[in-house]
C-alpha cells in the first residue's frame, strides 16, 4: 500500500516544484527513497536474524554493500565526494540484483520441492486411511 501511495504521490510533488525548483524537489526525493532504502535493509536484518541465520548471512552480505554502493551513490549526488570517471554503482548494482534474484529463485525452488513433497506425504496418508480414495487417484 505505501508504494502505491508512494507512486502517486512522487509524480504529483515533482510537478507541484514547477520548473524552477525541480532539481532541489527531485533531489530531496531521491534522498527520502535512499533512507527508504535503508529502513528496508534494516528492517530485512532485523527479521532474518531472528528466524533465518542463513539467510541473513548470505543477502545481509550482499545487501550491505548494496547499501555501501547507495551510500556513495547518495554522497555523490550531493557533492560530498569528488565525481569519478567511471561510476562503480553503475556496474555494481546489476550485478547485486543479478545474485539476489538467484537466491530468490533458488529460494522460490526449494520452497516449491517442500510443497510437493509435503503434498505426497498427504496423499499418501489420506489413500491409507480411505482406500476408496486411493483407487480414484490412481485411475
Not at 532474518?48 to 539467510?55: A, I, K, L, V, Y
Amino acid at each position: 500500500m505505501f508504494v502505491l501511495v508512494q507512486a502517486l504521490v512522487v509524480p504529483a510533488v515533482l510537478w507541484a516544484a514547477g520548473a524552477g525548483h525541480l532539481l532541489k524537489t527531485a533531489s530531496a526525493v531521491y534522498n527520502l527513497t535512499a533512507i527508504e532504502f535503508l529502513a528496508v535493509v534494516c528492517y530485512f536484518f532485523y527479521q532474518s536474524w531472528r528466524t533465518h541465520c542463513r539467510e541473513f548471512w548470505l543477502m545481509g552480505s550482499v545487501l550491505l554493500v548494496a547499501v555501501m554502493l547507495a551510500g556513495i551513490e547518495i554522497a555523490l549526488q550531493n557533492d560530498l565526494l569528488p565525481l569519478p570517471k567511471i561510476h562503480v554503482i553503475h556496474f555494481a548494482m546489476p550485478l547485486l540484483f543479478v545474485v539476489i534474484g538467484i537466491r530468490l529463485i533458488q529460494m522460490f525452488v526449494r520452497a516449491l520441492s517442500l510443497a510437493e513433497t509435503a503434498n505426497e506425504v498427504l496423499e499418501q496418508r489420506v489413500a491409507k486411511k480411505h482406500p476408496k480414495y486411493s483407487r480414484v487417484m490412481h485411475s
